[in-house]
Each structure stands twice: as C-alpha cells, then as structure tokens.
C-alpha cells in the first residue's frame, strides 16, 4: 500500500502532499521535513530507495507490520522531487514506473511540465493523482488512461450551468419512475 505521495522543489517546499493513512498534522509536518532532509542530501548517483527511518515508521496509526510505511522511492527530476511511501509489500520497482507514469502524465497534461504548472494548476495535479492511486492502491499506471481521465473530468468541470441542470433534471426523473 501506499502511504504517501509528496512532491518537493529544491528548496523543499511541498508542490503536493496526499497521504493516505490518517497522521495527526503535526506528525504529517515532521515526516514531510523528513524525508526531504533524507532524499536532498542523497548523492545523484545513489540508489531512488531507501527503507524508512524508525521515528517515520512508529509515526503511522495501524498496528499490523505490513501497514507500517517501510520503504521511500523517489525520483528527482530538474527542480522537482516526487516522492512515495510505501509498505514492504510495494515494489520499489514498480513504484519507480509508477512515478514516471504520474512524470508522463503531467507532460502530457501540461506540454512540458514545470513547477508552475503544478503551483497554479494543483487541481489537475491532484486529479492526475486521483487516476492512478485510490485509498493507497494503485489503480491505473498508462499515462494516456490517466490523461483521458483528467481530461474528461475537465469537460464536465466546464459544463454549462444550464445544461447541468437539465442533466439533474433527467435524472431525477429517470429516478421517479424506477
């Protein structure tokens, strides 16, 4: 399972943090800082893994072995880090390509991404994300799935008004007469 997603800049600030177990806010601050401290001072040619520290491992609220976050795969690209906790039973492997695909994605969705793009753009950020991971679990990992997605999320967010409302009005009647 997935514990985390962040994404850092250089200087460490978080572009986007989603956590998928339940961490008291604090405890989320002091991971974020972290792991950040860990990923930055890594030379470029050391391994994308590392397992988690103890105090990052005892910070989660489940109890069972498995659900503890063990492991970080990171991979940094220009000015940004992308960054997953996981549990022992993801593969750091498959994470990797997990993160490239997410990379690919927001390539796709925005010709070229930068860090701008995910500063005013956070909500196709955050909907890119929603297409590959649910609750922790991967759910999709080809980067056009994920765009397709995104996209058609997008036209329905630019609906006119009016034609939500009819839309509201079918259905409410298609539901009367069931």
């Given at each position: ?116 793009d995910l500063i005013f753009n956070f909500e196709t950020l955050h909907a890119a994300l929603a297409e590959m991971i649910v609750g922790g679990v991967v759910v999709e ?30 259905v409410g009647v298609v539901l009367w007469r069931v």
């Amino acid at each position: 399972m997935i514990n985390a997603v962040l994404v850092f800049n250089n200087s460490g600030q978080p572009r986007l943090t989603k956590f998928y177990t339940q961490l008291d806010t604090s405890v989320q601050q002091r991971l974020i800082s972290e792991i950040f401290s860990l990923v930055s001072h890594r030379p470029n040619a050391a391994c994308n893994f590392l397992p988690s520290s103890t105090s990052t491992s005892t910070s989660s609220t489940s109890t069972a072995h498995n659900d503890m976050p063990s492991l970080i795969t990171y991979r940094h690209y220009a000015t940004l880090y992308f960054i997953m906790i996981s549990t022992s039973t993801e593969s750091p492997l498959a994470l990797l390509d997990l993160i490239q695909s997410f990379v690919e994605a927001l390539d796709r969705l925005f010709e070229n991404v930068c860090e701008l793009d995910l500063i005013f753009n956070f909500e196709t950020l955050h909907a890119a994300l929603a297409e590959m991971i649910v609750g922790g679990v991967v759910v999709e990992t080809r980067a056009d799935k994920v765009v397709e997605g995104v996209r058609a999320q997008a036209k329905v967010a630019k609906r006119p008004a009016a034609e939500a409302e009819e839309a509201v009005v079918v259905v409410g009647v298609v539901l009367w007469r069931v």
